[in-house]
């Protein structure tokens, strides 16, 4: 784990990869009534995968709403959840986006 100069968790670095050190999460926008989203790609957890990939279908079939499932992501997360750089803000930040029923 690389940290900033305030002591925030910044990057990982494993192996000849560089990673942000938070997990990247588009759920809201998948969740959006006209999804912007054609091809979603969920990263392989060690654990719990199942969870998060029930998750992600139960959003994208309308069955569950994206910041109820954020909610259970952020448990099965090992850092915590950001999508800042879809949104053209700091890849760090985490915007949450509001749902419509």
């Known amino acids: ?18 990673q942000s ?11 959006e009534p006209a999804p912007l989203i054609d091809v979603f790609r969920i990263s ?3 654990e719990h995968i199942e ?3 029930s998750l992600f279908d ?3 079939s309308r069955s569950l709403e994206a910041t109820e499932a954020v909610t259970e992501l952020q448990h099965f997360s090992a850092s915590d959840l950001c999508n800042g750089y879809w ?15």
Do not use: C, W, Y
């Open 1 to 18: 784990m690389l940290s900033t100069r305030d002591n925030d968790d910044f990057l990982v670095i494993n192996g000849i990869q560089t």
């Open 21 to 31: 050190a938070r997990v990247q999460n588009l759920i809201h926008e998948l969740g």
């Open 44 to 46: 392989p957890q060690s």
């Open 51 to 53: 969870h998060v990939i």
């Open 58 to 60: 139960k959003v994208r």
């Open 87 to 101: 949104h053209d803000e700091a890849g760090m930040a985490s915007r949450i986006q509001a749902q419509t029923a």
